[in-house]
């Protein structure tokens, strides 16, 4: 299975490397309040227009932003499905060590009988 | 604000960075399970065990992971502490556009006033 896996980049492996730089993020808390254009998400950041257009080919390349070009102004969107398998994996991880957690009450809890 | 955050790597870019390969997650899905020595861990891995060892390094970088030697033997525990600050940005945006929706929820029902 984990040479299955290996052989190919997974949805979530794009995810989780969308998120992993803090530019990127910034445009995604930004567009999380509403649709944007790619000079409205330039703006604030410390970096050329190009740069930016960079990390939104990241975003779009992991399924995170979507974007429309109506005459010269192209607009921005969230696309909150992407985060899900992100979630999924994570909520999944917190199951099993809570788990183990309680696992390990249950063995103090009778080691005190 | 930005310029200060962009300056020096934060923490959750360091976990984010170290989900985002597939063979991070399986040594962090074992550990999830319980600690485990990095032979262990190595095992079902299609790689050397020094890739297995590098891998390791990013994950106790990135603090997912700690390990400890005891004689020839180190043995890994995840650290689940480490993943909140990730939990936390997730539910931020997940909050935010979920407000989005009921912002737009409302307005259709005044629209269909």
Redesign the interface.
């Known amino acids: 299975m984990?040479?299955r896996?290996?052989g190919r980049e997974?949805p979530?492996?794009?995810v989780?490397?969308a998120?992993?730089?803090?530019?990127r993020?910034?445009i995604?808390?930004r567009l999380?309040?509403?649709p944007a254009t790619v000079s409205e998400l330039a703006r604030?950041?410390?970096m050329s227009l190009s740069a930016v257009v960079q990390h939104l080919q990241v975003l779009q390349g992991s399924g995170l932003v979507r974007s429309e070009k109506l005459g010269r102004v192209r607009t921005c969107r969230?696309e909150?499905a992407a985060?899900r398998p992100?979630?999924r994996?994570?909520g999944a991880?917190?199951s099993?060590?809570e788990r183990?957690l309680d696992r390990l009450g249950d063995y103090l809890a009778e080691d005190n009988d």
Chains 1, 2 share one sequence.
């Open positions: 984990l040479q896996r290996a997974q979530v492996d794009r989780f490397h998120l992993a730089d803090p530019h993020r910034v995604v808390e999380s309040r509403g604030p950041l410390p969230i909150p985060l992100v979630e994996w994570i991880r917190r099993s060590w183990r």
